[in-house]
């Protein structure tokens, strides 16, 4: 099992949920953060403001699929969230072990 994590700009959030749709997927975490990268050299212009420290709104998109299929799933995303310019996102892909617990249970 991989665990791929994509962390876009908020408005490709719903391109990449939208190509994934259909795909082999057993779950998908979506979540609000906060974060910089290379872009990080643009805010530093603003040194005297209060942009100084800021962090740029992002979105993270978490899938956990088998390892098979991930690579299809990677392309989804990709072909969904590339504009060309900087600062489309990044995606990491993990392996990820499948542990099925009850919770509740004694």
Known sequence: ???VV??????LAEKILEGLRRAPLE?????EVKGFGKQKDYLNEYADSEYRD????K???????????????IQRMVESARTGR????KIFVLSAE?????????
């Open 86 to 89: 900087m600062g489309d996102g």
């Open 54 to 57: 800021a962090f740029l709104p």
């Open 59 to 73: 979105v993270e998109i978490t899938a956990w699929v088998d390892d098979s299929r991930a690579e299809e799933v």
């Open 27 to 31: 779950a998908v975490h979506v979540r």
């Open 1 to 3: 099992m991989k665990q």
């Open 98 to 106: 499948s542990h099925e617990t009850v919770l509740g249970t004694k």
């Open 6 to 11: 994509a962390i876009v700009k908020p408005y």
